[in-house]
C-alpha cells in the first residue's frame, strides 16, 4: 500500500480502472439480457375528431395516416429475454408475436408475426432504433381500423 | 621526486587556485623543501603561461561580434504565443497536477461519448426503421416512410373475402397517405 501513495501510481491505477469500467459497461451496452416491448392498439376511424389525449406523444407518426379520429384501445408492455418471445393480445381476436433477433449498432431486429384467429396476416422482420417505433396498420376494426405501434427499448 | 607523484595533481589545483589557505601553506613549505616538486611546479607554471599566451592571442583575432549580435537577437526576439502558452500552463498544471488531468480528460471524452451514444438511443425514437424482410400470406402490403416525422409504416389491405373475422366489420379504405 506505500506504493500507493506515489500519485503517478495513484493516477495509473485510476486510468487503468477508468478503461475497465467503460470497457464493461461498452460490452454490457451491446449485449442486453431483455428487450421491452410495448405495443400501444389503435383505432383509428373517420367517424369523430376525436384524438385520444394519450396518445400525444404519437401523434405526430398517427397524422401521417390521415384519419380524423384515433383512440388508444390497449397499450401493453412485456420484457423479452434474449433469444425468447412474446405474444400479445390484438382487439379482434388478433394477436402479436414479438421476438428480437439481433442488437446491433444500437438498433434491435424484431420479429413480428400478426395473427387473427390462427390465420397467419403478416410476417415481418424490422430493425429499429433502441427506443424507436414503427406502425403496423390496416386490419378494419369496429368500423375503422386497427394501427399498432410497436416499440422496444434495449435492457 | 620519490613519493611525491600524489603532490603532482596538488600542485594542479594549487596552480588552478583551487586549495584552501591551509593545503596552499602545506603545499608550499613542501615544494620549498623539495627540488622534484619544485621542479614540477615551474614546468606547470611554464605551460600554464604558454597556454594562457596562446589563447589570449588566439581571442584576438576571433571576431566575437557577430556571436554578440545573435545573442542580442535572441534576448531581443519576440516569443511565439504557444511559448508564453506552455509557460503559463506549466505554472498552472505542474507535471504532479497534469497527472491527474490527462486522466481525468479521457474520462471526460468516455461520459461524453456514452452520452452521446445514450442521447442517440433516446432520439431513436423517430429514427426510421428499416423493414428487412415482410410476408403477407398474399394479401397486399403498403411500406411508408415518411420522413418528417422519419415513421416507418407497414399498412395490411385485408382482402374480405374469406376472411371471416373481417367480413363482420365493415371494411374501411386504406389511409390516404
Same mark, same amino acid.
Given at each position: 500500500m506505500k506504493l500507493l501513495k506515489k500519485a503517478p501510481l495513484r493516477v495509473l491505477l485510476f486510468s487503468l480502472l477508468s478503461m475497465l469500467a467503460v470497457a464493461v459497461t461498452g460490452t454490457a451496452q451491446k449485449q442486453p439480457q431483455n428487450v421491452e416491448v410495448r405495443i400501444r392498439a389503435i383505432l383509428a376511424s373517420n367517424q369523430s375528431d376525436e384524438f385520444d389525449a394519450s396518445l400525444k406523444g404519437l401523434e405526430k407518426q398517427l397524422r401521417v395516416l390521415k384519419y380524423r379520429s384515433y383512440r388508444l384501445l390497449n397499450d401493453e408492455s412485456q420484457n423479452i429475454p434474449r433469444n425468447g418471445n412474446k405474444v400479445f393480445e390484438i382487439p379482434g381476436g388478433r394477436s402479436l408475436m414479438v421476438a428480437p433477433q439481433e442488437f446491433q449498432d444500437n438498433r434491435i431486429a424484431l420479429l413480428v408475426r400478426l395473427t387473427g384467429g390462427q390465420k397467419p396476416l403478416l410476417d415481418t422482420t424490422v430493425r429499429i432504433a433502441n427506443k424507436g417505433n414503427f406502425i403496423l396498420g390496416g386490419p378494419p376494426h369496429e368500423g375503422g381500423v386497427l394501427v399498432l405501434s410497436i416499440s422496444a427499448a434495449m435492457q | +621526486?620519490?613519493? =611525491?607523484?600524489?603532490?603532482?595533481?596538488?600542485?594542479?589545483?594549487?596552480?588552478? *587556485?583551487?586549495?584552501?589557505?591551509?593545503?596552499?601553506?602545506?603545499?608550499?613549505?613542501?615544494?620549498?623543501? =623539495?627540488?622534484? =616538486?619544485?621542479?614540477? $611546479?615551474?614546468?606547470?607554471?611554464?605551460?600554464?603561461? #604558454?597556454? #594562457? *599566451? !596562446?589563447?589570449?592571442?588566439?581571442?584576438?583575432?576571433?571576431?566575437? +561580434?557577430?556571436?554578440?549580435?545573435?545573442?542580442?537577437? $535572441?534576448?531581443?526576439?519576440? $516569443?511565439?504565443?504557444?511559448?508564453?502558452?506552455?509557460?503559463? +500552463?506549466?505554472? !498552472?498544471?505542474?507535471?504532479? $497536477?497534469?497527472?491527474? !488531468?490527462?486522466p481525468a480528460v479521457i474520462v471526460l471524452l468516455l461520459a461524453g461519448v456514452s452520452l452521446e451514444s445514450y442521447w442517440r438511443g433516446g432520439a431513436g425514437r423517430n429514427a426510421f426503421a428499416t423493414v428487412e424482410s415482410i410476408d403477407a400470406y398474399g394479401r397486399n402490403v403498403a411500406l411508408l416512410r415518411e420522413y418528417d416525422t422519419k415513421t416507418t409504416v407497414i399498412w395490411l389491405y385485408q382482402d374480405q373475402e374469406g376472411e371471416n373475422e373481417a367480413a363482420e366489420e365493415s371494411a374501411p379504405s386504406g389511409p390516404a397517405f
Open positions: - | +621526486m620519490n613519493g =611525491c607523484e600524489d603532490k603532482i595533481a596538488s600542485i594542479e589545483l594549487w596552480l588552478d *587556485g583551487e586549495l584552501s589557505g591551509a593545503e596552499s601553506e602545506s603545499l608550499r613549505v613542501h615544494m620549498a623543501a =623539495c627540488a622534484g =616538486c619544485s621542479e614540477a $611546479r615551474r614546468r606547470l607554471e611554464k605551460l600554464q603561461s #604558454t597556454l #594562457t *599566451g !596562446v589563447l589570449l592571442s588566439e581571442a584576438q583575432r576571433v571576431d566575437f +561580434m557577430p556571436f554578440w549580435r545573435a545573442v542580442q537577437l $535572441r534576448v531581443n526576439e519576440k $516569443r511565439p504565443w504557444y511559448q508564453d502558452a506552455l509557460d503559463w +500552463m506549466r505554472g !498552472v498544471l505542474p507535471a504532479s $497536477r497534469l497527472a491527474w !488531468v490527462v
